[in-house]
């Protein structure tokens, strides 16, 4: 059998123990992070200890410090030994920067404009959630075939659409309680066509032949035994539906932390035989959704989580290894948060400059009016493309609206003979023309 890839602390934190390792100096220098307010595991800070420091002693420091500020909750792992989680200053800061943007919105564009440019990324999760699990179909021919509706061709394009899918039934569902037959529901969505390791969609699996490895065969977990699975998930829905709120004297868990432990307690389960990331990642967004977190729709974590994977395995394994700290992926998931809402307000500052360079251009012409918010957008990618097809089909699917509503729109611009409308076989199509700039100045 080959060997864990990271090496297990020395010693696991116990009170006995506390007699034989206590030193004032290391419980004064070593706290529950390190000087840079990071949480890191033996594997990392065994080297970062002052010189001349036993490494020992510092981490037992160290857990000693942790061991005062944490938090049990009711979730146990196969050997029925409590998660727990701490809250380090430096990790609530990150969860209050979370909050406070996630209020603040998506400023300063206006509400309307708002919704239209980030209707672009609805499929975004879709795509990079798919990615993450192995399909390499890519961005352009995803969100092509999104658009246009059209069925997948292979395996790939049948996860986008699966994930696509899952993503619009979170949003139907996020006032409902959790369940386990809403877990095997969203399973069902996500692995839909999906049998790759005898995975049959929405049903648990049926043996405990499953092992997580990496490329080298090393281990990286051994799930609980299946037979365990119903009421694990249910002790799982319990603590989902619990009002952690503070109120009459009950306990507070941050929504935020919540989200990021079911993500981590559908990835520790592994219900599944195939999907359980997909699975924990629609719980998360489930949970932030159910909590006011209303424009996580349009936040990709997967496409961070594809580019550094490892770090996502590391941050699983720290938990499961340091005696069920689950605070580890909760630092990792909090940079990932942070890191997605910048990558979204980046993308919504490009696309607002793009759209007031195009009413820059309207202005002073009949146009400026005449347009709404869809209609300008659509002339900014068609002068970016001379030659672009448009349909009505793409437009509702871009701009969230009715393919009604799209092909009035559309209209409404070849009247102006600022598109040129061409059937291709059954389908109305909307192509852009080459003098398009000359044809906007001529409403002048």
């Given at each position: 059998m080959a060997k864990n890839i990271i090496e297990k602390a020395p010693f696991v934190f116990d009170v006995s123990q506390i007699k034989e390792m206590f030193d004032v100096k290391y419980s004064e220098r070593y706290r529950e992070v390190d000087k840079k307010g990071r949480y890191l595991y033996w594997d990392k800070f065994r080297y970062r200890v002052d010189e001349d420091d036993d490494p020992q002693k510092a981490w037992w420091a160290v857990k000693f410090a942790r061991n005062n500020i944490r938090k049990p909750i009711m979730l146990f792992d196969k050997n029925n030994e409590p998660f727990y989680y701490c809250l380090p200053d430096s990790l609530e800061a990150k969860l209050y920067t979370i909050s406070e943007r996630s209020r603040r919105g998506i400023t300063p564009i206006d509400a309307i404009k708002r919704d239209f440019l980030i209707s672009s990324l609805i499929a975004e999760e879709a795509i990079s959630s798919s990615q993450l699990e192995g399909a390499s179909t890519t961005r352009k021919v995803a969100k092509e075939m999104l658009a246009h509706r059209r069925k997948p061709q292979n395996k790939d394009e049948e996860m986008i659409l699966n994930n696509y899918l899952l993503m619009q039934e979170i949003k139907r569902i996020k006032d409902e309680e959790l369940s386990v037959d809403m877990i095997l529901d969203l399973h069902a969505i996500a692995t839909r066509g999906n049998h790759t390791n005898g995975n049959i969609p929405g049903r648990l699996r049926t043996s405990d032949e499953i092992v997580i490895m990496d490329r080298e065969d090393n281990i990286l977990h051994k799930p609980p035994e299946y037979g365990t699975l119903i009421s694990r998930l249910q002790r799982l829905c319990n603590f989902a539906n619990e009002r952690h709120l503070g109120e009459e004297n009950r306990e507070f868990i941050n929504p935020i932390v919540k989200a990021m432990i079911l993500h981590f307690m559908i990835g520790y389960e592994h219900p599944f035989a195939d999907g359980n990331g997909r699975t924990a990642r629609a719980l998360f967004y489930w949970y932030m959704l159910k909590s006011g977190f209303d424009f996580f729709e349009y936040i990709s974590i997967s496409s961070l989580l594809k580019e550094a994977p490892k770090q996502y395995t590391l941050a699983y394994l720290y938990s499961e290894m340091d005696d069920n700290d689950l605070t580890y992926f909760l630092y990792y998931q909090a940079?990932?948060?942070?890191?997605?809402?910048?990558?979204?307000?980046?993308?919504?500052?490009?696309?607002?400059?793009?759209?007031?360079?195009?009413?820059?251009?309207?202005?002073?012409?009949?146009?400026?009016?005449?347009?709404?918010?869809?209609?300008?957008?659509?002339?900014?990618?068609?002068?970016?493309h001379p030659g672009r097809v448009f349909n009505a089909l793409e437009i509702s699917a871009d701009y969230d609206i009715s393919p009604n509503t799209a092909r009035k729109y559309l209209n409404e611009l070849e009247e102006y003979k600022l598109l040129v409308r061409v059937k291709q076989g059954k389908l109305m199509t909307y192509i852009a023309p080459a003098n398009l700039q000359a044809l906007l100045k001529s409403y002048s």
């Open positions: 940079d990932i948060i942070l890191r997605a809402i910048d990558a979204l307000f980046g993308y919504l500052e490009k696309k607002s400059e793009e759209f007031e360079e195009m009413t820059e251009i309207l202005r002073g012409t009949s146009l400026a009016e005449a347009l709404n918010f869809v209609q300008k957008d659509i002339i900014k990618k068609a002068i970016k």
